[in-house]
């Protein structure tokens, strides 16, 4: 299949580098054209499709099993989502977003949360990541519009400023007591709507997030992911079961205080190049 490159810059606003300084989280449109993201949507759908493992009904799984089909690191599988993953255009972003030189790939993930889907419970992504650094940041690009109703991602602005808010991992437990302590701290919630296809939010690995139940009976809400780190970022000790196995599993071969750069942690884009 010819795909379309997608290494071309995106001009960034003033505004939404000063709005990601600020809150930690960004909504940046039409990071990817229609055309762009009709041909990867149909890349990554197959790929999910050979190599998603879930198979139980959505009543058979729990909580964290019913918010999404998750698929990680698709682009060490295809060489198709390769070229979506390892895009100059987001990573640059990413970087900028940050205000760092440059940025690695932690990971990729399709998140695709089938109709009917149950919630994704409120949580801290970098609560799983070993790094030293909070200069961590997920791009969240759906490749079909996405309507209100069905819903997008919700923020807790203000909660990155606490960093790491304790050893909850994702699931029911963590959407009782982060619920709680947004309210309690009164932080406040936003939310950017429906998306059109090719846009993306882009947040900080400390901010607490959560998405709705997908109430459509028909409609799967599609999305990819892709998690950079700083170019220069370096492997924190793990000081929890989920950091001891994302170190084994996403930086293979690397220990604490090594540049996170193992063979599948490349840099993406660097402004020092």
Not at 17 to 33: E, F, K, N, P, T
Not at 79 to 95: I, M, N
Not at 137 to 145: G, N, S, V
Request: a negative charge; charged letters at 20%.
């Amino acid at each position: 299949m010819n795909l379309p490159d997608l290494d071309s810059p995106y001009t960034l606003s003033l505004e939404t580098i000063s709005s990601y300084q600020a809150d930690a989280v960004a909504l940046v449109r039409g990071l990817a054209s229609f055309d762009e993201i009709t041909a990867y949507r149909l890349v990554i759908n197959e790929a999910v499709a050979r190599f998603n493992t879930e198979t139980r009904a959505l009543k058979d799984r729990d909580t964290y099993g019913m918010a999404f089909l998750q698929t990680m690191n698709l682009w060490l599988q295809d060489q198709a989502v390769r070229r979506y993953s390892l895009a100059k255009r987001f990573a640059k972003v990413a970087a900028e977003l940050m205000g760092v030189s440059g940025v690695r790939i932690y990971h990729d993930q399709a998140l695709y949360k089938e109709p009917g889907g149950g919630l994704t419970p409120w949580h801290q992504d970098q609560h799983y990541w070993p790094f030293e650094t909070d200069k961590t940041i997920t791009m969240w690009m759906p490749l079909l519009d996405v309507a209100p109703e069905i819903g997008t991602l919700s923020f807790a602005l203000g909660s990155h400023h606490q960093g790491y808010l304790g050893d909850i991992p994702i699931g029911d437990a963590a959407q009782t007591q982060f619920a709680q302590m947004v309210t309690e701290r009164n932080w406040r919630i936003k939310t950017f709507g429906g998306m059109k296809a090719g846009d993306a939010t882009f947040h900080s690995g400390w901010v607490l997030h959560m998405a709705p139940p997908n109430p459509s009976a028909t409609f799967c809400r599609k999305v990819m992911t892709v998690i950079y780190i700083d170019e220069n970022a370096r492997v924190a000790v793990p000081d929890n079961k989920n950091r001891e196995n994302d170190l084994a599993q996403w930086l293979p071969g690397l220990q604490p205080g090594d540049l996170a750069a193992s063979p599948i942690n490349p840099v993406v884009y660097s402004s020092l190049a």
